[in-house]
């Protein structure tokens, strides 16, 4: 009978059981105890401990299983763990751990410079590479989670890694913790932020100004990726920074670039010229003005002049029609796309800006759920033969209506995509298969092709570039099956050829700054980023990205 004793007690055998077993076995053993585990939360929790003690296994099990993985670590149960992130917080690592995330705050500001300096002796690999930062103001459809975004920056990156090929090793997770105006975060005794109202916008600008300076200037290459910042900061922030480091925000541009896919896919499908579809947007926040301005540039490029192609969409907010004549302050934000005619009629409802506008496409970034109502999805297939409806507010209870609502208000003939994942639905014998807009799609392959590059910045035409990356992308299979997005099983597959994408456009624009990848052929580009991706089941230093 083998002896399971560790050697510190002076008794034979090890620290270990007999038979661990290869990574391979690892990976089979940790998948049968996830899908042992009743509750979501806890199954997020296992799997983050999981990346934390065994990356290889984690990615291995992530990679291999991305359908039944992904709804886990990211949307929609992501957005369970932000709200519960005080009580599923791990203890404090050991001193001598290697650091895994970053959180700062505001009193950090006078000491930015010299903790970030450190951050090359505290971090696990010398090259870092990738960092999505947030200050957790506007997580997902859940408003201001405050340092609970940690969870959104640590998911984001996973998924750089599991779909993107990324080195683990090279990602920081960063959390600035400017505060929270969550009352119910400032009266819990548990919650792990600071207990103060949210800093203003102008405070926080002069921190992040510090931040991106230092950040740069300690790691030159590194791609800082912002991700759920509210409407006000999210944009000043980027316009202040895109010129100067290689940087993009997600909700703003990544969001723009998956839709814009889908719509490209879908405006192929129902039988509409460019020049007559009429986009309503249901939401003008950062998210749903970033997607509206993504698409609108994609039709300037297929010809249309700037003023045509603004006439395309209308926006929808809390308080109706956006229009200049509506006789409130519009934000900046907001002033491109409102609608300029003198007389442009004041609407308050959604309904009722649909009967006026008879839209071709009906896209929603609200994340006010169940918005996109039977009577509404009713006279879009009214006025079209193949309705385009996108409900892309996350998580699933904030999704304007569900894949079944669509299919059934509309006889079957819609086009839907959605933010978070919908199962294949059956009507009149007939299966239908839902389209999930979802930024994973686009951000992995966006960042592998700027690390590759070594981008000096990310103009919008690299945005472009991964849309249209990703809108041929399908498989004559999925092309048959009338998919707005590929099968999320081949999303590896797809990061490669828009990374490839993007490193070209970044090329064509004198953006990159390696040399040596302007004398490959497409091909052997291609061989070249497969041949850089991180695969857990191969020595990840091997194959450095």
């Known amino acids: 009978m083998p002896h399971n004793f560790s050697k510190t007690q002076g008794l034979p055998g090890g620290p270990e059981p007999a038979f661990v077993g290869t990574k391979e076995l690892l990976i089979e053993r940790a998948l049968a105890r996830l899908r042992s585990i009743p509750d979501p939360l806890c199954k997020y929790t296992m799997l983050a401990a999981l990346r934390a003690r065994n990356p290889d296994v984690f990615y291995g099990l992530v990679g291999g299983n991305l359908q039944e993985t992904t709804p886990i670590i990211y949307t929609p149960i992501i957005g369970l763990a932000c709200q519960n992130w005080s009580l599923i917080h791990p203890p404090p690592p050991e001193a001598d751990s290697p650091l895994q995330s970053l959180y700062l705050s505001y009193s950090d500001l006078e000491k930015l410079p010299e903790i970030i300096a450190n951050l090359k002796t505290a971090l696990p690999h010398d090259q870092m590479e990738i960092s999505v930062v947030t200050d957790g103001s506007r997580v997902l459809g859940l408003g201001d989670l405050g340092v609970g975004g940690m969870g959104i920056s640590q998911g984001k990156l996973s998924l750089y890694v599991a779909a993107g090929g990324v080195n683990p090793k090279a990602t920081l997770p960063i959390a600035i913790d400017f505060g929270t105006d969550n009352e119910k975060l400032l009266a819990d005794p548990l919650y792990l932020g600071l207990r103060q109202r949210r800093l203003d916008d102008e405070t926080c600008q002069k921190f992040m100004e510090v931040f991106m300076k230092e950040m740069h200037k300690n790691f030159p290459s590194m791609i800082i990726q912002f991700e759920d910042w509210h409407t006000t900061l999210a944009f000043p922030l980027l316009q202040d920074n895109r010129d100067i480091y290689p940087c993009f ?28 579809q009429k986009i309503l947007f249901f939401g003008a926040g ?212 828009i990374a490839v994408a993007v490193i070209r456009e970044a090329q064509k624009l004198g953006i990159d700054r390696v040399e040596e990848l302007r004398e490959l052929s497409d091909k052997d580009l291609e061989t070249y980023v497969r041949r850089k991706g991180y695969h857990p089941l191969i020595q990840a230093e091997a194959t450095q990205v």
Request: net charge negative; with cysteine; glycine share 8%.
């Open 249 to 276: 925000n997600d909700d703003i541009q990544g969001t723009g670039a998956v839709v814009l896919a889908g719509a490209i896919r879908a405006f192929s499908l129902n039988g509409v010229a460019l020049k007559d």
């Open 286 to 497: 950062s998210s749903g003005v970033g997607v509206a301005e993504t698409i609108c540039k994609y039709f300037e490029l297929q010809g249309l002049t700037e003023q045509e192609a603004k006439d395309k969409f209308w926006l929808v907010d809390s308080k109706g029609l956006v229009a200049h004549n509506r006789g409130d302050k519009l934000p900046i934000h907001k002033q491109y796309l409102a609608r300029s005619e003198p007389d442009a009629p004041k609407l308050r409802t959604l309904q009722e800006v649909v009967e006026h506008v008879k839209p071709t496409a009906l896209l929603g970034l609200s994340t006010v759920g169940g918005t996109f109502t039977k009577e509404i999805l009713n006279l879009m297939a009214s006025y079209n033969k193949r309705p385009i409806v996108f409900a892309l507010s996350n998580p699933v209870a904030q999704a304007e209506c569900t894949f079944e609502e669509a299919v059934e208000g509309t006889d079957g003939r819609v086009l839907y995509a959605s933010g978070s994942p919908f199962d294949p639905v059956s009507y009149n014998n007939k299966r239908y298969e839902p389209g999930q807009g979802n930024n994973m799609y686009i951000f992995p392959g966006l960042g592998l092709g700027a690390i590759l590059a070594r981008v000096s910045k990310i103009p919008e035409e690299l945005v472009h570039a991964s849309a249209n990356g990703l809108a041929h992308s399908l498989t004559p299979d999925e092309l048959e099956r009338n998919l707005l997005y590929p099968d999320i099983e081949r999303i590896r597959e797809v990061s490669i050829k």
